[in-house]
């Protein structure tokens, strides 16, 4: 498996999770939807997020975000402290959160039985739930996405200003499907940790290292 856009220019690409919605916090746990929307508390992660990128000079060239809503309100957030014109913020549906199929909308125990949690355990990265999407179809089209923005950023870079960078604000599964293909981690591995709300994962080329994984579930702006 290659996974290696092939640019020319110093491009750094800042994933990050939107910030927290009242399904993260539901209790008992179910799959979430795309209508989910950020909390009160989820608003000051983002806004915090925002204070740090502009105290720390941390200014983007462009903006996505997935055409979720808690994605496209994070990116609006963290746009506006930073002094980025919310109608630039590009949406781009492969960078939406894995779908469940049938899952979504139910609770875990309704769904999960021992059978189920141990196809999870066993395949998961190829796992799919009914008229759902595996870890593996995710990271194709997160990949698909990710060399569009890398050759975005090559193409605005010129020798005066050859370094580009990019925020991307997405969702917990799709970062960890990207990172396990841009890793080649082992695709289980992609269930063992939780991305949090307004963690930054960063990827960077520079000439004479190729690309590199930064940073991975960053979260400064949270003292963390």
């Known amino acids: 498996m290659i996974f290696e856009p092939k640019v020319s220019h110093e491009i750094t690409i800042h994933f990050i999770r939107h910030a927290e919605t009242d399904e993260n916090v539901c ?8 209508n989910a929307r950020i909390t009160a508390r989820g ?6 997020l925002g204070e740090y990128l502009r105290e720390h000079q941390i200014t983007p060239d ?10 496209h309100e994070t990116a609006a957030i963290i746009a506006k402290s930073i002094g980025y014109q919310e109608q630039g913020i590009i949406r ?3 960078l939406r959160e894995i779908s469940r199929g049938d899952w979504t909308g139910k609770l875990h125990s309704d769904v999960l039985d021992d059978c189920q949690r141990r196809s999870f355990r066993e395949d998961a990265f190829d796992h799919r739930p009914p008229n759902g999407e595996s870890m593996h179809d995710v990271s194709l089209r997160m990949d698909e996405c990710f060399q569009m923005i890398a050759q975005t950023l090559n193409n605005r870079a010129s020798i005066e200003f050859s370094k580009q960078m990019a925020i991307v604000v997405s969702h917990g ?4 499907a990207l ?21 930054i994962t960063t990827f960077a080329h520079h000439m004479n290292d190729g690309w590199r994984i930064v940073r991975l579930n960053a979260l400064p702006h949270l003292g963390l």
């Not at 209790?27 to 795309?34: E, L, V």
């Not at 903006?63 to 979720?68: K, V």
């Open 179 to 199: 990172h396990a293909r841009f890793s080649q981690c082992r695709p289980e591995l992609g269930w063992r940790y939780v991305l949090h709300n307004t963690s």
């Open 62 to 71: 462009i903006i996505y975000a997935s055409h979720y809503e808690r994605a």
């Open 27 to 34: 209790h008992p746990p179910r799959f979430g939807s795309a």
């Open 173 to 176: 599964r799709a970062i960890q």
């Open 92 to 94: 781009d549906e492969r």
């Open 43 to 48: 608003r000051e992660q983002a806004e915090k």
